[in-house]
């Protein structure tokens, strides 16, 4: 089955370490997001990519990182810097065609210890 | 600038009811609209979305949403609740009607009551 699989579904974070999150998809598709959920606050856009080897700064890119080395892989890291990670990470991805939907990921909720 | 405001977090119905869950823009261009909807730990799934064919646009499981530029509103409907649609759904407005760049609304949690 096509489909967005990210790991781990829970991810702990100790203070000054960086973590990385997985997001790996079958669909063919050339964009990809990722998004950060809070409570009461919705969806916010972290990074994206509209192509392998490029990406972009979204709303709230401060204290993240990604690569897109691969058309299926579209990986997080969230480092050190960024002072308040406890949320609820989701990835999607869509075609490039204007206003296909996103397909999401089962999403991975990140604490800090 | 676009921004989408959901009215109401939280919204409680008996099953069979009537649900209306209340979203509005802002956009400067002709926006694409979306409804998504989240069950617990899980991603968000489109239930429908508006990109100027049609201002009464219907979704999965029975959601309609109508699209009234007048009133700036993409309110969601369906006609009778089921126990199974207790979730939380999300409005959301593409950024400058760009592919999956969405400015999403705050959520509104459904409960449906037996």
């Known amino acids: 089955d096509g489909g967005i699989t990210q790991s781990p579904k829970y991810l702990f974070r100790k203070e000054g370490q960086n973590v990385t999150l997985s997001c790996e998809q079958n669909?063919?598709?050339?964009?990809m997001y990722w998004y950060r959920q809070d409570p009461g606050q919705g969806l916010r856009l972290i990074y994206y990519?509209?192509?392998?080897?490029?990406?972009q700064k979204g709303d709230i890119a401060e204290g993240y990182s990604v690569s897109r080395e691969k058309k299926e892989s579209f990986p997080l890291t969230v480092t050190s810097a960024q002072k308040n990670p406890t949320a609820f990470y989701l990835c999607?991805?869509?075609?490039?065609?204007?206003?296909?939907?996103?397909?999401f990921g089962s999403g991975t909720q990140l604490s800090v210890l | 600038a676009q921004s989408v405001t959901q009215l109401g977090s939280h919204v409680s119905v008996s099953e069979g009811a009537l649900v209306l869950l209340r979203c509005n823009y802002s956009?400067?261009?002709?926006?694409?609209l979306f409804w998504y909807v989240q069950y617990p730990n899980q991603g968000l799934q489109l239930l429908l979305k508006?990109?100027?064919?049609?201002?009464l646009v219907k979704g999965i499981n029975g959601f309609e949403a109508e699209f009234k530029k007048s009133e700036t509103s993409f309110h969601l409907t369906k006609p009778s609740a089921h126990m199974s649609d207790a979730a939380e759904y999300f409005c959301?407005?593409?950024?400058?009607?760009?592919?999956?760049?969405?400015?999403f609304g705050q959520g509104t949690e459904l409960s449906v009551k037996p």
């Open positions: 999607a991805s869509t075609g490039l065609a204007t206003n296909e939907k996103l397909f």
């Open positions: 669909l063919n598709h050339d964009a």
């Open positions: 990519s509209q192509i392998v080897n490029d990406f």
């Open positions: 956009s400067s261009v002709p926006p694409y």
């Open positions: 508006y990109t100027s064919a049609a201002t």
């Open positions: 959301a407005v593409s950024k400058n009607n760009q592919g999956g760049k969405l400015i």
